[in-house]
Every structure is written in C-alpha cells, then in structure tokens.
Nanobody, 121 residues
C-alpha cells in the first residue's frame, strides 16, 4: 500500500510559478513510477508528467518546457515545478503511483486527494 498526500496548490496569476509536493508513505518509494495528472471542471483527467527509474521523465506537450517533475527519494517526496503558468493550467492536480510506465490514469493504483491550482489572467 502507498499513501500519497499532495500540497502546494493555490491561486496565482498568469506567468507565476508554483511548486507542488507529493509525500509518499508505504512501500519503497523509489520502485514506483510517479506521475502527475490534472483534471479541470467538466473535463477528463489528463496526463501531465511522469518520472521513472534512472531519472527518466516525460511531459505532456501542453506543459513541455514549463513543468518539471523531480524526486527527493530520501524524503519520499515528488515535486512538480510549474513555471510560466497559464489560465488553462487551472485544475485539480493529482499525484499518482504505479508499476508501469504509462500515461493512462486508469492504470495507476494509488492516488492522492488532489490539490487545486487556479491561474488568473
């Protein structure tokens, strides 16, 4: 079992930066594929960024060059650094842990409760 708790969301203006954190507990953190997803009102949950063994990452095209995922393994924490935020980035952001390197949210076993990010224009 893995428990995930996100934090760091809030209300910011377009162009600002924000860093989300996801604290994990339970099974060995480093063995999991970790990802961030987001869900805007009335829309499906969408892939944002993924991290897996060896420092490998993959970003969605919509956030490429703006968002970065990183891990602090000693703290069992994964971060999402979001720069140059846009109003269309407004959503609830979720941290997820899984066993396979996929961007399909339905294939992730563990989820946090989500944290709201609102970007005003």
């Amino acid at each position: 079992q893995v428990q995930l708790v996100e934090s760091g969301g809030g209300l910011v203006q377009a162009g600002d930066s924000l860093r989300l954190s996801c604290a994990a507990s339970g099974r060995t953190f480093s063995t999991y594929v970790m990802a961030w997803f987001r869900q805007a009102p009335g829309k499906e949950r969408e892939f944002v960024v993924i991290s897996w063994n060896g420092g490998n990452t993959l970003c969605a095209d919509s956030v490429k060059d703006r968002f970065t995922i990183s891990r602090a393994s000693a703290k069992n924490t994964v971060f999402l650094q979001m720069n140059s935020l846009k109003p269309e980035d407004t959503a609830v952001y979720y941290c997820a842990a899984g066993d396979v390197i996929v961007t399909n949210p339905y294939l992730y076993r563990y989820w946090g409760q989500g944290t709201q990010v609102t970007v005003s224009s």
